[in-house]
């Protein structure tokens, strides 16, 4: 089979395709009744963002959903948008678009294949089993496609596997890394499993942390599921307004999106609150993986030292072995993570500039970032709070 006998289909809405359809190729190890990898590009996660108006008119994201068709079977599809701007991506290029326009160029709109607003890495190329190979082939080159005939910048693909990486490398994509925190779940049959393998210093800071957060003057409760009430997205709401508001200026999700969340996600999502008095005062959301936990959000209407570690990580790590999980992602950034037993990664996107110039020019900068990145990664994970050798103290 090859990629010419398949039927690309460019859709503005995932309302013209029937979720099954969609999670058939987006999650086909959730036909077991078990969760997905991820639940980013299910059908019900993108449809929220789409439904409560973050993404489409006015967001500067403008859904473009590529799908393959064989036969009249859907065998693959892939998240894409047309964006404005470089906004609620998590992979930087503004240097890229900035160095384009002062060429005379028009950098926007460009294509994003990717997941609004999610710096978290999963497939971006979903296949139906069965059509991986010609699935994936079709899809690349129909948005390669779509950026040429169009006339735009540049197509990138962000956060993928490295499976998607490889195949997208031999395809002509230009690849590109970026570092994150993970925790790493050794087998681990408690928290206090994982301190053990800390130095002895590094443990007895995280004690000290989450016995001072622990103590702020109320209780710390996990909603998943039926548990989950509308009020408690009430909360959250506020708390993640004001994160950001800090941070980017406006929060990219709007408020009927949680609702949507309780009302088809709500299985997916793990809330992690701190309440005094039965009232929450700060929150951590998560999102539950097959085998990943993902930290997402944080928000507080108060300030409480160490609050922010023990909801967004501690309680992270806890779940995470509760749940046999073998790993948690703890977002974008932040070099604090590092002593609280999060260890950097590569994580990896594809980019198209059909401009050559500026292609070659793309291409010598992601050769030096690629080494930096590696460099950065082995200096860090030599400064982590893991012990160096067998014969450290122990407590």
Not at 26 to 31: D, G
Request: hydrophobic fraction near 35%; aromatic fraction near 12%.
């Amino acid at each position: 089979m090859s990629a010419t006998e398949i039927e690309l289909h460019v859709l503005p809405s995932l309302s013209r395709i029937d979720a099954e359809e969609w999670d058939a190729c987006a999650c086909p190890e959730a036909a077991d009744g078990g969760p997905p990898n991820d639940p980013f590009t299910t059908h019900r996660f993108l449809y929220a963002l789409e439904q409560s108006g973050s993404v489409g008119p006015g967001s500067g994201w403008h859904p473009q959903y590529l799908t393959a068709h064989k036969d009249g079977q859907v065998i693959a599809c892939a998240p894409l948008y047309a964006k404005e701007h470089s906004q609620g991506e998590y992979i930087f290029d503004h240097n890229w678009a900035h160095g384009f326009e002062r060429a005379g160029g028009d950098y926007y709109p460009k294509l994003q294949l990717a997941v609004p607003f999610t710096p978290a890495t999963g497939r971006r190329f979903l296949l139906r089993p069965g059509h991986e190979e010609v699935g994936f082939q079709a899809l690349v080159k129909g948005a390669v496609q779509l950026t040429d005939d169009n006339g735009l910048s540049s197509l990138h693909i962000t956060f993928c596997t490295d499976d998607e990486r490889a195949a997208g490398v031999e395809l002509g994509l230009m690849e590109r890394s970026s570092q994150q925190y993970h925790w790493f779940n050794d087998g681990y049959a408690s928290f206090d499993d994982f301190l053990a393998a800390l130095s002895s210093r590094k443990r007895k800071t995280i004690r000290r942390e989450r016995a001072v957060a622990q103590g702020f003057g109320g209780t710390i409760r996990a909603y998943t599921g039926d548990t989950l009430r509308p009020e408690h997205w009430d909360a959250f709401w506020r708390f993640y307004q004001d994160t950001g508001a800090r941070k980017w200026g406006t929060p990219y999700l709007a408020r009927d999106f949680f609702d949507r969340v309780q009302d088809t996600m709500r299985d997916d999502v793990l809330l992690v609150l701190a309440e005094r008095d039965g009232v929450p005062v700060a929150g951590a959301l998560n999102f539950i993986g097959r085998d990943v936990l993902y930290g997402r959000y944080w928000g507080s209407a108060e300030h409480h030292p160490m609050l922010h570690f023990e909801l967004c990580y501690y309680q992270a790590i806890d779940h995470a072995i509760a749940r046999g999980q073998s790993r948690v992602e703890a977002g974008a950034q932040g070099d604090h993570k590092l002593a609280r037993g999060y260890l950097p990664v590569t994580c990896n996107s594809l980019h198209h500039i059909p401009n050559e110039g500026f292609r070659r020019a793309i291409a010598q900068y992601l050769q030096a970032e690629a080494r930096a990145v590696e460099e950065d990664i082995e200096v860090l994970t030599s400064y982590g709070p893991f012990k160096t050798t067998t014969m450290e103290e122990q407590e």
